[in-house]
T-cell receptor, first 114, second 112 residues
Framework: AQSVAQPEDQVNVAEGNPLTVKCTYS??????LFWYVQYPNRGLQFLLK??????LVKGSYGFEAEFNKSQTSFHLKKPSALVSDSALYFC????????????FGKGTMLLVSP | NAGVTQTPKFQVLKTGQSMTLQCAQD?????MSWYRQDPGMGLRLIHY???????DQGEVPNGYNVSRSTTEDFPLRLLSAAPSQTSVYFC???????????FGEGSRLTVL
């Protein structure tokens, strides 16, 4: 069975500093990997995805993520955090089979202080 | 472009009552799904559909029913509400199972 681990319930960072939100996964074969963001009382919004190809994926709002196959990780990064980046972030994975569904991690709350 | 529309946004039920959460999308997406979000548990898949007339169970299907008679609509039915079904429910759609999901704004359900 596929699974996602987000080891940190919360990440605190000061505005202007780089941020990393960690994600590791377990899946049979090659993964599809996604990051979503959820602002308070809103639905989830897609940030970026890895399907194949370059290990560094760039997404919305200046976020990027690095796929590391040997470490089965897909950490979300941003060079300079903004207060407006404060939100709940979810990593998700599925395999490449025809009818595999998406499995989400438990989420990491990112708090960016002014 | 409305995207994914869920109704109602809030609902309070008594144990044993039934209700339907509505979901509609206007993007002509084949894939639609229902998730529930509970604190500390992330999102868990309830049911999904890969096209009109085709539905399947997800991780936590018990107590819920779905149907997909049109591409646009994917209602979620609670047959006999229980307090354990108190949650925030999200409908999501995608052009395919490998594509990114587009989420509705959520429906907050409280079962007393």
């Amino acid at each position: 069975a596929q699974s996602v681990a987000q080891p940190e319930d919360q990440v605190n960072v000061a505005e202007g500093n780089p941020l990393t939100v960690k994600c590791t996964y377990s899946v049979s074969g090659n993964p599809y990997l996604f990051w979503y963001v959820q602002y308070p009382n809103r639905g989830l919004q897609f940030l970026l995805k890895y399907i194949t190809g370059d290990n560094l994926v760039k997404g919305s709002y200046g976020f990027e993520a690095e796929f590391n196959k040997s470490q089965t990780s897909f950490h979300l990064k941003k060079p300079s955090a903004l207060v407006s980046d404060s939100a709940l972030y979810f990593c998700a994975v599925r395999d490449h089979s025809g009818y595999s569904t998406l499995t989400f991690g438990k989420g990491t709350m990112l708090l960016v202080s002014p | 472009n409305a995207g994914v529309t869920q109704t109602p946004k809030f609902q309070v039920l008594k144990t044993g009552q039934s209700m339907t959460l509505q979901c509609a999308q206007d993007m002509n997406h084949e894939y639609m799904s229902w998730y529930r979000q509970d604190p500390g548990m992330g999102l868990r898949l309830i049911h999904y559909s890969v096209g009109a007339g085709i539905t399947d169970q997800g991780e936590v299907p018990n107590g819920y029913n779905v149907s997909r008679s049109t591409t646009e609509d994917f209602p979620l039915r609670l047959l006999s509400a229980a307090p354990s079904q108190t949650s925030v429910y999200f409908c999501a759609s995608s052009y395919s199972m490998s594509g990114e999901l587009f989420f509705g704004e959520g429906s907050r359900l409280t079962v007393l």
